[in-house]
């Protein structure tokens, strides 16, 4: 399986963005999950969604503002971000995984993650 995103742009702050994955190619998911990283910064978790359930996760930092969902039949998760930040730049990736999570914190690790798309910037303008 491989994942593109797409979707990332420039965008004044309070503004929205729906980012998109794409899986192609042989495709097995237990959870889809999107992580970000800032320029100088480790990776970090944004949300998750249970492929087979549809229940979501999100970091503390975008609860509220960020919407995780996906669409099973197209192989496809979105990312909807409102009420963007300029803290909110970073490049966005989107992730699979494959096997049940090895524990409930596990879907915010990126080792947890087998399968990673290329990435799309979003930079946010203050």
């Known amino acids: 399986v491989q994942l593109q995103a797409s979707g990332g742009g420039l965008v004044q702050a309070g503004g929205s963005l729906t980012l998109s994955c794409i899986a192609s190619?042989?495709?097995?998911?237990?959870?889809m999950g999107w992580f970000r990283q800032a320029p100088g910064k480790e990776r970090v978790f944004v949300a998750a969604?249970?492929?087979?359930?549809?229940?979501?996760y999100y970091a503390d930092s975008v609860k509220g503002r960020f919407t995780i969902s996906r669409d099973n039949a197209k192989k496809m998760v979105y990312l909807r971000m409102d009420s963007l930040r300029p803290e909110d730049t970073a490049v966005y990736y989107c992730?699979?995984?494959?096997?049940?999570?090895?524990?409930?914190?596990?879907?915010?690790?990126?080792?947890?993650?087998?399968?990673w798309g290329q990435g799309t910037l979003v930079t946010v303008s203050s």
């Open positions: 992730a699979n995984r494959m096997r049940p999570w090895t524990s409930g914190l596990a879907k915010r690790l990126v080792s947890e993650y087998q399968v």
């Open positions: 190619g042989p495709f097995s998911s237990y959870g």
């Open positions: 969604v249970m492929w087979s359930s549809g229940i979501t």
